[in-house]
């Protein structure tokens, strides 16, 4: 049986209701009372969390990047502008991330996508964090750990939450899961130290401080932060790069599996290009040879003259082309709008602590985790 799933941009119409119509509005009715018990126990979680119950701590500095709301809000970015700060500093790093919808060989496309940007930096994947934080302290010599959506996954403690919020919908539609894209309600950005307003070049300087405002009323203590995802070349499957001007006036056809097409459509409109055809898979999408031969057959029935896709979905295809037709990633850098030099000071701390720590290790021998 194929199980019926609906596109991130279709889901994110009917809880926002922009869809309208009697169908659309009696589910959006049971997407409602299905979030009650959903809230109940995330509040139930988190104040077990608060509490200290069943917190782990890793015996070197933990460093969180995550996000309030599903779906892409631009943390792999983040994380490999994060672990880059830090190696540059001569520290050992290594990104602990769930791996959800890992391939047979243990990786997903995020895992793959930082394997390629950060060859020196080891990046293991489990949902017991809290293992793989054993594994890169003990066995990797790690000095600090970077939590790859991070946010909710509390059975390990954190030294520094960083939390992204995507300029396209920062508050998930003030809804809680399924009745909206929040994995937790808003007041959680409360434990955060840094809040950044990914994409923030999607909305206008009075866009911006509306959400700088709310996010002030919540954690005035934070570091505010804005940025945004500026296109930095075209990415073939062999690594090989060539600037963004080659796609001027060429028609393409588009395509992604990420949590956020949104964003995906945001730097594609950046780039002037003629996007003849536009597709959408789920996010975390295996692509299968079906799938190959059905995007071939699109793109050619477009008449594309150049496919594009994320650097997420080309590391899974690792293919030049498709139907003929040439296949890349548009590959985006992190570009500091507002914030950077905070965050760098705000930063300081951490690496002085990761330094101190193993510094004490070496004298003591003590190494693994402990319970809070």
């Not at 997407?31 to 109940?40: D, E, I």
């Not at 077990?48 to 792999?76: C, E, M, Q, W, Y």
Request: proline share 5%; net charge neutral.
């Amino acid at each position: 049986m194929t199980a019926f799933v609906i596109s991130p941009t279709t889901f994110r119409d009917i809880v926002s209701g922009r869809r309208r119509g009697l169908a659309t509005g009696l589910l959006r009715v049971g997407l409602r009372a299905a979030s009650v018990p959903y809230g109940w126990a995330i509040r139930s979680r988190n104040r077990k969390f608060d509490r200290g119950i069943d917190v782990h701590t890793a015996g070197v500095p933990v460093v969180s990047i995550g996000n309030l709301t599903v779906g892409g809000t631009g943390k792999t970015p983040m994380v490999e502008w994060m672990a880059r700060q830090f190696r540059g500093r001569g520290i050992r790093v290594a990104i602990l991330s769930r791996g959800y919808g890992a391939a047979a060989d243990g990786r997903n496309d995020e895992a793959l996508e930082l394997e390629l940007a950060l060859p020196d930096v080891p990046h293991l994947q489990n949902p017991d964090r809290v293992a793989s934080a054993s594994v890169a302290t003990e066995e990797l010599g790690t000095q600090l750990l970077l939590l790859d959506d991070g946010f909710q996954h509390r059975k390990l403690a954190r030294d520094f939450d960083v939390v992204l919020l995507d300029a396209s919908e920062p508050f998930g539609f003030d809804r809680l899961l399924p009745a909206g894209t929040l994995r937790e309600p808003v007041t959680g950005l409360a434990r955060a130290q840094v809040v950044v307003l990914s994409r923030a070049d999607m909305l206008d300087v009075v866009g911006r401080e509306a959400v700088r405002r709310r996010v002030a009323e919540i954690n005035p203590q934070a570091v505010w932060c804005e940025v945004e995802h500026r296109p930095a070349a075209l990415v073939a499957s062999d690594g090989s790069r060539e600037g963004n001007d080659t796609i001027a006036n060429r028609k393409v056809a588009a395509f992604c599996g990420i949590g956020n097409p949104a964003g995906f459509r945001h730097t594609l409109a950046t780039l002037g290009c003629n996007v003849a055809a536009w597709r959408e898979f789920p996010d975390h999408h295996a692509y299968s040879r079906e799938d190959v031969e059905s995007i071939a057959t699109w793109a050619r029935d477009s008449d594309a003259e150049l496919l594009l896709c994320t650097r997420k979905d080309l590391v899974k295809l690792r293919v030049p082309a498709i139907g003929g037709v040439p296949l890349r990633a548009v590959g985006v850098e992190l570009k500091f709008l507002a914030g950077k030099e905070t965050l760098v000071t705000v930063l300081a701390p951490i690496v002085d602590l990761a330094l101190a720590v193993t510094e004490l290790d070496e004298i003591t021998g003590a190494s693994g985790l402990q319970s809070c």
